[in-house]
């Protein structure tokens, strides 16, 4: 990674140099969001419910929502100074307090997260104010930070004070009027062209920080529980997240740079939105629906079979991810009966071992998502040697 860029790197509009690498601010940034990872993947662990789920997505939401702006604000105003660092600091000190109102923040500490992510909406408009007096035609309409970052900043430190559940609805609510505003935006009023590669890049570091979690979790775990079977279905899973590493590298970090690269600025935006800011949510939370599911493996290596709850998290997080990728799959055009080819098998068989897990030892049946994920690596590969052997059929 390069260092810090300086305020030279952007013209007096903010433009963003091509070709340009996280900061090491943005990497000083993810590392509170590591902790947050964490503290929502452990929500997961043991035998959870439907409500659990229900509550550890409805929880993620948000500070990914935040990562995905603040990603985007660092893509549009490349600015080394000091009022952006400490903007910056500022929002790892809210997404901290979120992070250690996780645990308890659908009881006794909803309030606390709510105003941890009320700050990040000011550090936003901290950042995006500065825009609306750039010259026309980058000039930022100013009712767009005021609604968007004050408005519902504002909002959600109100919720502080809404008992639940009305809290929880209220939060709902103000972040679909944020994705609201984005959608009607569509792409109009940005200060400056996206910088594909760096958006790239971004998103594929906080899949290294999921896939990091799911790591995190299973040494965790063994050190708990320090038999040999532990040992076994650690060594299985570690052999899942690295398939899950190389085909996600190999093959799905790489198409979307290229696709971004070809589309226009229009186009670029429009695909960075809904791949990188929407589909992608449910490629990270599949990944941290994983790593809770094989920590709690870890540590019931030695009984017959795992918990109901402990089994849909761990294959149907596998089961999520595939089926976002067939989505973003499907957003960049491909023809449905191809993706199908792979995200049939890649959805369907996580959910029949769902399906007989009650029969299977804990073991068996983190080998058994190993392989299809070993299978589907091996599927991407022989597909991307076809196409680049065969005329005609070479494409991202």
Not at 7 to 22: I, L, N, S, V
Not at 98 to 107: N, R, Y
Not at 145 to 168: D, F, H, T
Not at 384 to 389: K, S, V
């Amino acid at each position: 990674m390069s260092t810090s860029r300086s305020d030279t790197d952007a013209d007096r509009t903010g433009h963003p140099q091509e070709g340009r690498h996280a900061d090491w601010l943005e990497l000083f940034l993810d590392l509170v969001f590591v902790a947050l990872a964490s503290q929502l993947a452990h929500r997961l662990h043991g035998d959870p419910d439907l409500r659990d789920f229900a509550v550890f997505l409805g929880l993620y939401f948000p500070p990914w929502w935040l990562w995905i702006n603040l990603m985007v604000s660092a893509n549009l105003f490349v600015d080394n100074s000091p009022r952006r660092r400490l903007l910056m600091l500022s929002a790892m000190l809210c997404i901290a307090v979120m992070a250690c109102a996780v645990p308890e923040a659908d009881t006794d500490r909803g309030s606390v997260y709510a105003l941890g992510y009320a700050g990040t909406r000011l550090v936003l408009l901290g950042l995006w104010w500065p825009a609306t007096k750039y010259p026309e035609p980058l000039r930022v309409p100013r009712w767009r930070p005021l609604s968007y970052c004050l408005a519902s900043g504002l909002l959600w430190a109100a919720s502080a004070a809404v008992p639940a559940p009305w809290q929880y609805l209220m939060w709902g609510v103000l972040i679909a009027a944020e994705m609201a505003l984005l959608l009607s935006a569509r792409g109009r009023g940005l200060p400056a062209r996206l910088d594909t590669g760096h958006i790239v890049e971004r998103v594929g570091l906080f899949v290294i920080i999921v896939l990091g979690e799911s790591v995190i979790a299973l040494v965790t775990s063994a050190d708990h529980t320090w038999t040999p079977r532990a040992g076994v279905v650690g060594v299985l899973g570690f052999v899942l997240l690295a398939a899950l590493w190389w085909s996600y590298f190999d093959f799905g970090s790489t198409s979307a740079e290229l696709m971004l690269a070809r589309a226009d600025d229009r186009q670029a935006y429009l695909l960075a939105r809904d791949v990188g800011g929407f589909l992608h949510f449910f490629v990270t939370a599949g990944v941290l629906c994983m790593a809770a599911g094989l920590a709690t493996a870890v540590e019931e290596a030695d009984h017959a079979h795992l918990p109901t709850g402990a089994v849909w998290v761990l294959a149907g997080g596998l089961a999520m991810y595939h089926g976002a990728h067939a989505c973003i799959a499907l957003r960049y055009g491909r023809p449905p009966a191809g993706v199908a080819v792979w995200a049939l098998p890649g959805i369907g068989i996580p959910l029949l071992i769902v399906w007989g897990a009650g029969h299977l030892a804990p073991w068996l049946v983190v080998l058994l998502l190993a392989a299809e994920a070993i299978a589907h690596l091996f599927y991407a590969r022989g597909l991307q040697r076809h196409r680049l052997t065969t005329p005609g059929t070479a494409r991202p």
